[in-house]
């Protein structure tokens, strides 16, 4: 199992990035699991910011980043993206993307432990100045 982020950097307050979470190597087809995105900024705990079931589109958002952040899927690609947009300076953060077999609702609200380390991407890093 792999899952490989991409899409972090620097930008601006009021700018947008979007990150990507490319899946391979799961034991069922990409569209069974729930694929989101978490974040970690320093000094605090890892948190589900964003999740999908690519089979049908639904998604869950948490409250600070709901009508800001957009979740997607092309299940061609065994890809998620997440559209981060008008960035504010608390958004800053480690984003990790991880695979549940679950919905995306339980995914986002998982203890963190139940998701089993090789179902975690690395990590990209988003640094927002003001």
């Known amino acids: 199992v792999q899952l490989v982020e991409s899409g972090g950097g620097l930008v601006q307050a009021g700018g947008s990035l979007t990150l990507s979470c490319t899946a391979s190597?799961?034991?069922?087809?990409?569209?069974?699991?729930?694929i989101g995105w978490f974040r970690q900024a320093p000094g605090k705990d890892r948190e589900g910011i964003s999740c999908?079931?690519?089979?049908?589109?639904?998604?869950y958002y948490e409250d600070s980043v709901r009508g800001r952040f957009t979740i997607s899927s092309d299940n061609a690609k065994s890809t998620v993206y997440l559209l981060m947009n008008n960035l504010k300076p608390e958004d800053a953060a480690v984003y990790y993307c991880?695979?549940?077999?679950?919905?995306?609702?339980?995914?986002?609200?998982?203890?963190?432990?139940?998701?089993?380390?090789?179902?975690w991407g690395q990590g990209t890093q988003v640094i927002v100045s003001t």
């Open positions: 190597g799961f034991t069922f087809d990409f569209e069974d699991y729930a």
């Open positions: 991880a695979a549940l077999y679950a919905d995306h609702d339980v995914l986002c609200r998982v203890d963190l432990d139940e998701v089993p380390d090789e179902y």
């Open positions: 999908i079931d690519p089979s049908d589109g639904s998604a």
